[in-house]
């Protein structure tokens, strides 16, 4: 049985339905000769005719063997086309993508990408996670979103620089650049001690000031909801301001600070030496598109 191959089973279909070899060596663009050695081969497999050959006019028949034999072949003949359109529709990137985000990309970034991804190739089937652990992993993920490298084997490209601007209410600060030594003893609220924020927090410690932090939740809209209400302003990334939406809010400012934390890194990781998908490989080119296109303020990432 390992010596038969999906072409000889193709003529022997071709043929069982035409009812001669030569029509169907016609159909599958053989010669006559051709279409009769694949079916020399395919008996000389299964030990046996698989057809009746009445010579003349007459047309060929199956043997009982060949009706055994034809039966499992249009299963086969069946999954190999089902093969060949799946293979079909993954080189067109109409696969399956697997990737890990986080709050910001999520808010920003992820919703473009998605959006052409799914324009470009609309049979793309798109997982989303999101999670901010401390020690993120690829796992199975095709891509990960993360803000910093991670220890993993994986390659990573910096997609930009996303700089700290101080959120505080209407008022609280004159307009324009905040000192960061006016943070020093002022109430704050903050995401947990996870990802880039304690490097932050120790950027703003060197700087020369110690805000009170009265409120710790990873949630960007509870964190503004608490600046709305006066319960201390909190030190965010441009993206998180951005996918917040806060621009037209006339409760909140959003102020530089002088001189400002380092920024936050967004990087894009996948599995290192991973040969990537067609849509992987497209997922990646938009990501680099959709940051690019992307413009934190003017100077907000500078001290």
Sequence with gaps: ?????????????????????????????????????????????VGGLVFDRPGGPKPVRLTPLGSVVLDHAKDLLAKAAALTDAVDRFKAGDGRIDIGTFQSVSNVILPSVVRRLRAEHPGCDIRLSEEEPDQPQLGNLDLLFYDGRIDDDAEQLKLLDDPYLLVAG????????????????????????????????????????RPQVVFRSAV????????????????????????????????????????????????????????????????????????????????????
């Design 1 to 45: 049985m390992s010596d038969i191959e999906l072409r000889h089973l193709a003529a022997m279909a071709a043929i069982a339905e035409e009812g001669s070899f030569g029509r169907a060596a016609a159909r599958l663009g053989y010669t006559q000769s051709t279409v009769s050695q694949q079916v020399a081969a395919l008996e000389k497999a």
């Design 170 to 209: 209407a008022g609280d600060f004159p307009d324009g650049p905040v000192p960061l030594k006016r943070l020093d003893g002022a109430p704050m609220v903050a995401w947990p001690l996870i990802c880039d924020q304690t490097l932050m927090e120790q950027a703003i410690a060197r700087g020369g000031a």
């Design 220 to 303: 960007n809209d509870t964190l503004l909801s608490m600046v709305r209400a006066g319960l201390g302003s909190a030190v965010l990334p441009w993206l998180a301001i951005r996918g917040a939406g806060i621009s037209s809010d006339d409760r909140l400012r959003v102020h530089e600070l002088r001189p400002s934390p380092p920024p936050r890194e967004i990087y894009l990781h996948w599995r290192s030496g991973r040969t990537h998908s067609p849509l992987a490989g497209r997922a990646i080119e938009i990501a680099i598109e959709v940051a690019a296109e992307l413009a934190p303020p003017a100077g907000a990432s500078g001290g």
